[in-house]
């Protein structure tokens, strides 16, 4: 369907010696001499991976494709994680070898899933290169200091058989969740304490259109409506289309998840999730949450590492908040499964692991990415093997593609976001969402918002301004090949030959944004929280929830399980047009009025402008397909069957 292409790096490799094997590709891009810094200190700690072969590359692919396209004999036919394993992954012998040679090296082993796709180890500056003769550097990649081999990183020759690649960098440790805020980077001020929903005021509206502010002329108006305080969970239902699933004929079962898991997976845990989403349900009219329908598998806080580049519980908190929130608001009924890394590294492939390894749940939904794809093609062999391994399954992954538009602000090249950039993911974008006052949908846009501040009865700079406040993540992949699935639907001058992502979109704009609950953490090493708040967020980090949700109620509706749903997703857009929304531009500029809680700055937020993607009739880089809506998840799942 597609392949992993090879990519170079710039920093200088020395040959090993004829008893080694060298892997070049755990040399990350950034490990360059312009961005060298010198030797790391010897006793600092660094966290590493070792990525396996599967005995069957080729055939893990077949399989996964097969079993994930409509028409195929072989569709839905998937295997059991046991059937997986003893398919595909590596020999428990040759997988024993390594492990010793690491542990006879003084590594520290903190990951060993049942699959044998990797294992996760930490070990001091001096032992890393001791045992894998890397030359461990300080980097300035993008303003950060982070550790990486100077040379590609070897192993004996003896035990490098089944390996596949080596990761001894820090570059995995900058893996982020992709939420916002309306004043964007910034903590939200709360809109109301304890169980009280946000009031309509002047500065922020309910729904759509409810207030309006005066502004200097734009785009030939001088009023525009204030954006949107947090759009509620029955809102999102109701413009999403979940009424007409619900209406009465033949005993259709209520349209709200019953009998279906969601997995989410994100760094660290959250002490207050359950009453946090309790407290937020009991706000909204949802069903409330107990050990049975909220399930947790976390670390012990005293297990918790590498939080300065990671950010820290209370940096992945909202992320968790968000992610729980937006599935319980769009599948009332479904049980949630949340597993927490111990760090955003390693820790995250070891919770994905856990899921996989059982088949806890056939969707999981990820609300993080990575700086464009700038890590070590070694990594991304070893993440593609895991989603080759959950496609196979038929485990859907549902990956947010970012909220730094094209990353060109922060990579100088246009890039999309790896994982979302895989082939074997469905990569959720963003939009923003107008819903009326009945809670009807109005419109979609592309999610780009640029503001331009108003002082003095004045913009500041000529419109739309050049604050460049996020945007969904997307465009065209650098490392994988255009899948089959995307043929004939991503007009081949956008694609030419490569993937492009994303594949559908949600919600995301944050001055469009969702209501959520949250007690929030005020010091990551005790763990003590402030009081429960209701807070807006946004981000492709709500729209990636968004969509799991959809696809959750969807699969209980139909009775049927989607799986790896791209290949259903392109077919079903191809023949059932009228299923989904394709977000175009709008034929006027939209734009709203927002006054910032915390600074009382006033500004006009320009829409639909991200970055150099754009929305376009059909396919485009901004929107995928379309928005997701639950008349088309319902489409997507019984298409084909």
Avoid at 617 to 627: E, F, L, Q, R
Wanted: hydrophobic share 35%; glycine share 12%; aromatic share 8%.
């Amino acid at each position: 369907m597609a392949c992993v292409l090879a990519f170079g790096t710039t920093a200088a490799t020395a040959a090993p010696t004829s008893s080694d094997t060298a892997y070049p590709g755990g040399v990350p891009s950034w490990a360059q001499p312009a961005n060298n810094e010198g030797a790391a200190a010897a006793d600092t700690t660094v966290e590493g991976e070792i990525y396996f072969q599967l005995r069957d590359l080729r055939g893990a692919k077949a399989l996964a494709t097969a079993v994930s396209t409509p028409g195929n004999r072989s569709y839905g036919q998937w295997l059991s994680p046991a059937q997986w394993i003893g398919r595909y992954s590596p020999t428990q012998k040759s997988y024993d070898s390594v492990l010793t040679y690491l542990k006879d090296q003084g590594l520290v082993i903190t990951g060993t899933p049942e699959s044998r796709l990797f294992v996760v180890f930490r070990g001091t500056v001096a032992q890393l290169n001791a045992t894998f003769n890397a030359e461990l550097h300080n980097y300035d990649f993008k303003g950060t200091t982070v550790v990486g081999p100077s040379k590609a990183p070897t192993l004996p020759a003896s035990i490098a058989a089944p390996v596949a690649g080596v990761s001894v960098d820090q570059g995995s440790l900058l893996t982020h969740p992709n939420y916002a805020t309306p004043d964007g980077g910034t903590q939200p001020t709360p809109q109301a304490r304890h169980t009280q929903p946000p009031a309509p005021t002047a500065a922020c509206s309910n729904y759509f259109g409810q207030h309006s502010d005066t502004v200097p002329s734009a785009y030939g108006k001088t009023s525009y409506p204030t954006y949107v305080c947090g759009y509620t969970p029955h809102q999102i239902q109701s413009a999403y289309g979940k009424g007409d699933l619900t209406k009465t004929g033949h005993g259709r079962p209520a349209a709200d998840g019953r009998g279906q898991t969601v997995a989410i997976i994100d760094a660290y845990a959250s002490p207050t999730m359950l009453s946090d989403i309790n407290t937020y349900s009991a706000t909204y009219g949802l069903p409330q949450m107990d050990g049975h329908s909220y399930l947790q598998i976390v670390p012990d806080p005293s297990e918790f590492v590498d939080q300065d580049l990671c950010g820290g519980p209370s940096g992945w908190q909202p992320e968790q908040a968000l992610d729980v929130a937006s599935v319980h608001g769009t599948a009332p009924a479904a049980k949630i499964l949340y597993v927490g890394g111990f760090n955003c590294g390693g820790g995250l492939d070891v919770a994905m692991s856990k899921i996989l390894d059982h088949k806890l749940a056939n969707i999981v939904s990820n609300s993080y990415g990575n700086l464009g794809e700038a890590l070590p093609a070694d990594v991304i062999l070893g993440e593609v093997n895991i989603q080759l391994q959950a496609a196979g399954e038929g485990i859907g992954l549902y990956f947010s593609s970012g909220d730094s538009g094209d990353e060109a602000a922060n990579l100088g090249y246009t890039s999309p976001d790896f994982p979302a950039s895989s082939p074997w993911v469905t990569a959720v974008g963003g939009t923003s969402l107008a819903v009326s006052k009945k809670g009807t949908y109005m419109f979609e846009t592309g999610w780009g918002s640029v503001r331009d501040q108003i002082v003095d009865g004045a913009y500041v700079s000529a419109l739309p301004g050049a604050e460049f406040r996020g945007g969904a993540g997307g465009g065209v992949s650098a490392v994988f090949a255009q899948p089959t699935y995307q043929k004939g639907v991503v007009p081949r001058s956008l694609s030419l030959g490569q993937r492009v992502v994303p594949d559908i979109s949600s919600l995301a704009d944050p001055y469009t944004g969702y209501v959520i609950g949250i007690s929030p953490i005020n010091n990551d090493s005790t763990l003590t929280t402030d009081p429960f708040t209701i807070q807006t967020y946004g981000g492709t980090s709500l729209a990636a929830p968004l969509s799991a949700g959809q696809m959750a109620v969807a699969q209980q509706v139909s009775g049927k399980t989607l799986g790896f749903a791209n290949p259903v997703i392109y077919s079903t857009s191809r023949q059932q047009r009228g299923t989904f929304t394709d977000v175009v531009s709008p034929r006027r500029q939209q734009a709203l009025a927002f006054t910032s809680p915390s600074t009382g700055n006033q500004y006009l937020v320009s829409m639909n402008l991200d970055t150099s993607l754009t929305t376009t009739k059909g396919y485009d880089n901004v929107t995928g397909i379309g928005s997701m809506n639950y008349g088309f998840a319902l489409a997507i799942s019984r298409h084909g069957r």
